[in-house]
């Protein structure tokens, strides 16, 4: 089973990070405004990065990573990114 990490960014500009064993399933529920208070109020959201690890702890440890970056830090992250 993969552990994902995944940046979402917000109808406002804004980025979420969270973590998912179920990416497809998770940005449903996002898109649904069933899966977090923070994208409910900023529908629609897009997937702009992911990445997945074998364990549940080092996906964790990204994603508290990620949500110390500051919104120019995340920016530049996801416009870098590729899809594996």
């Known amino acids: ?15 979420y990070s969270g973590y998912t ?6 940005l449903a529920a996002h898109q649904a405004g069933k899966a977090s208070k923070c994208t409910r109020s900023r529908l629609p959201v897009e997937l702009v990065y992911w990445q997945s690890f074998a364990s549940k702890g080092e996906a964790l440890s990204r ?22």
């Open 21 to 26: 064993v179920n990416l497809e399933r998770r």
């Open 63 to 84: 994603e508290a990573e990620l949500k110390k970056l500051s919104h120019q830090d995340k920016a530049e992250l996801v416009s870098g990114f590729k899809a594996e």
């Open 1 to 15: 089973m993969s552990n994902y990490v995944y940046m979402l960014r917000c109808a406002d500009g804004s980025f």
